[in-house]
């Protein structure tokens, strides 16, 4: 029984128009076009300089910030006001103000005063700008302390990161597994509540429901094809990762298809239950969207989640993405081992038993 | 002759409101049962109870030998069914969706394709063995999806007003259809608004706000109310109903 079922959809989805080439399309584009477009990585600070004291120290510490591949000199003002309606008209992102008697009050008071202003409506782009040029600031005067003092006596503590995992801190890295999680949730767990509800519509439901045709068999007969097709789509997003982006797993690949089946498990049910509650597409297309978001914001694939606010966590940890996207990123870049996962391995099986527990009932209930 | 369907005093109330109250009738083995009444007399709340779809609310019922409240499960693999909603899947091709339904009712994959080409060929629908159901005609869907629900030759289909939108010329070769199943010994249950079509059944209901208000044979029926039209009947019983709609 099972077996013409399956069948069924299997005919069903490969003969409709659209659908196939969504399906294969939709990894691609998210994982080739996103991660460039989805980045944080501060390019192109525009800057302008007011330099007022005109020294050879000024010209020197303005060449040290144009230098920084980041930051564009594309205005040099004489006023710190004029420099100002700059940022206003959204012509530069940064200024900086060196004052009068820079160069002066350096040497003799080893002391003084530069201004950096930074337009924050972009707050990543601000505080990354704020923070590229204040770093260059700080090397400028220890190496010109250094210099007139004739004493290395740099601050008291030098701070120095490594970045572990992603040393170049290539956002890419740290969105493709996440955005993989992002394309199997939608795929796996969407999809098949639109195939319930679609049936729903037609009336096929009905004819289905007459018939010995038990609800296991009939919901299993859904949810099958599209695990097979979640493991298709993450199988094309290990291609694309590797192919646009070089990045391989760094531990087991097996280990990422064991989790993507049981998150499948976790998300198809998310998938039964709006099913079951929505009698037309215009819900079931409601609800998905009001889901997808709480779950794509609130599971840190954007925003790492141990940034999140305590509040956020919270919700967040009611989501299975949480731990797969956090499962994804340990295996692709740290390497992690099935041993080392384990407690995510765990909250994903509760995930799979509390909502397909729901799911089971909440169709029960409709009879 | 034995029963199929046996009703006793069954009820169902959807809160304060009694949508079928207190009915018992008896359908024989290859009878054609009229079941007719207006719109909202509760009809199809019956045919629900009777499919298994639907809990009464107090009395009971058996079809083909299975009590409706506990064997839910065994009636739905002795009976067939055709809404008035077509219910076939478009997208798929004839010979597929009578594989499906023929599977999902047990039968084997060898009977299966045996009695796919003899079905279609009865139908003369050789050349459309391959065609996608949303290819075809209303009148041409209806007959594939009855001849879909008796495929597994159940105990008894339930055809809740197959005719409907149907010209009539088709109307005729769908009562045919009929005639030839019944013979087979299959019952059908069939509900419809055509009174013309009422005359064809072997005996008739006509349900009036919930309650049965007269069983009889058509031509027990027309002398039972001394008219010769099986519509002034309905006419003189369901202008007396409190409800009007569903």
């Not at chain 2, 495929?151 to 008894?156: G, L």
Request: with cysteine; aromatic share 12%.
């Amino acid at each position: 029984m099972l077996g013409y079922l399956v069948e069924k959809e299997f005919k069903q989805i490969f003969r409709d128009k659209l659908l196939p080439k969504v399906i294969l399309l939709f990894p691609f584009m998210t994982l080739i076009l996103l991660p460039y477009a989805a980045n944080f990585e501060v390019k192109n600070m525009r800057l302008a300089i007011v330099d007022q004291d005109n020294s050879s120290y000024s010209k020197e510490l303005v060449g040290k910030l144009i230098a920084n591949n980041s930051i564009n000199l594309v205005a040099n003002e004489h006023t710190y006001n004029a420099a100002l309606g700059l940022i206003q008209n959204d012509k530069v992102d940064m200024v900086i103000n060196i004052p009068k008697n820079f160069e002066k009050d350096f040497v003799v008071d080893k002391k003084s005063d530069i201004l950096i202003a930074v337009n924050s409506v972009n707050g990543t782009k601000g505080t990354m700008g704020g923070m590229y040029a204040l770093s260059i600031i700080r090397q400028y005067q220890d190496e010109k302390t250094t210099e007139i003092t004739g004493v290395n006596d740099p601050p008291g503590v030098e701070i120095k990161t490594i970045y572990q995992f992603n040393r170049e801190l290539d956002y890419k890295f740290f969105m493709v597994p996440a955005l993989m999680v992002m394309v199997l949730t939608i795929v796996s767990g969407f999809l098949p509540a639109f195939n319930i509800v679609g049936e729903k519509e037609k009336g096929n439901m009905e004819q289905i429901n007459v018939s010995p045709v038990t609800k296991p068999i009939f919901i299993l007969s859904k949810l099958i094809p599209y695990w097979v097709i979640g493991m298709v789509i993450m199988t094309i997003g290990f291609i694309v990762a590797r192919l646009f982006y070089g990045i391989v797993p760094q531990g087991s690949i097996l280990t990422i298809y064991l989790f993507s089946f049981v998150f499948t498990l976790a998300v198809s049910g998310m998938g039964l239950i709006l099913s079951n509650y929505a009698n037309t597409y215009q819900q079931v297309v409601f609800m998905m969207f009001f889901f997808i978001m709480i779950l794509i914001l609130m599971s840190g694939l954007y925003t790492p989640f141990n940034s999140m606010p305590p509040w956020a966590q919270k919700i967040g940890a009611f989501s299975p993405l949480t731990y797969f996207i956090d499962v994804m990123r340990n295996v692709y870049l740290k390497g992690s081992k099935l041993t080392d996962l384990l407690p995510q391995l765990y909250k994903l099986l509760a995930f799979v038993l509390v909502i397909n527990s729901w799911a089971v009932l909440s169709y029960r209930k409709k009879n | 002759m034995e029963n199929v369907i046996v009703v006793n005093n069954l009820t169902k109330k959807f809160g304060h409101f009694t949508a079928v109250d207190n009915i018992s009738f008896e359908v024989k083995k290859g009878e054609i049962f009229g079941f007719l009444g207006a719109n909202g007399a509760g009809k199809t709340t019956v045919i629900r109870m009777l499919c298994g779809l639907s809990r009464p609310s107090a009395g009971n019922a058996t079809v083909a030998g299975f009590d409706i409240r506990h064997q839910s499960e065994k009636i739905k693999a002795n009976i067939g069914y055709m809404s008035q909603k077509f219910s076939l899947y478009e997208d798929l091709k004839v010979w597929e969706n009578i594989k499906l339904f023929a599977g999902i009712y047990g039968m084997k994959k060898k009977d299966i394709a045996l009695k796919t080409d003899i079905l279609l060929e009865e139908l003369g629908f050789q050349d459309e063995k391959q065609t996608l159901v949303s290819a075809l005609p209303l009148g041409w869907k209806q007959k594939l999806a009855f001849s879909v629900a008796i495929f597994h030759n159940p105990k008894v289909v339930f055809l809740d007003e197959p005719t409907g939108g149907v010209d009539p010329v088709v109307r005729r070769q769908f009562w045919e259809l009929i005639y030839k199943t019944a013979e087979k010994g299959i019952t059908v249950f069939v509900t419809t608004h055509y009174m013309d079509e009422a005359e064809y059944c072997d005996r008739v209901s006509i349900m009036v706000d919930g309650r049965i208000e007269a069983l009889e044979t058509p031509k027990a029926l027309k002398e039972k109310f001394a008219s010769n039209s099986i519509d002034d009947i309905f006419y003189q019983l369901a202008r007396n109903a409190k409800r009007t709609d569903d």
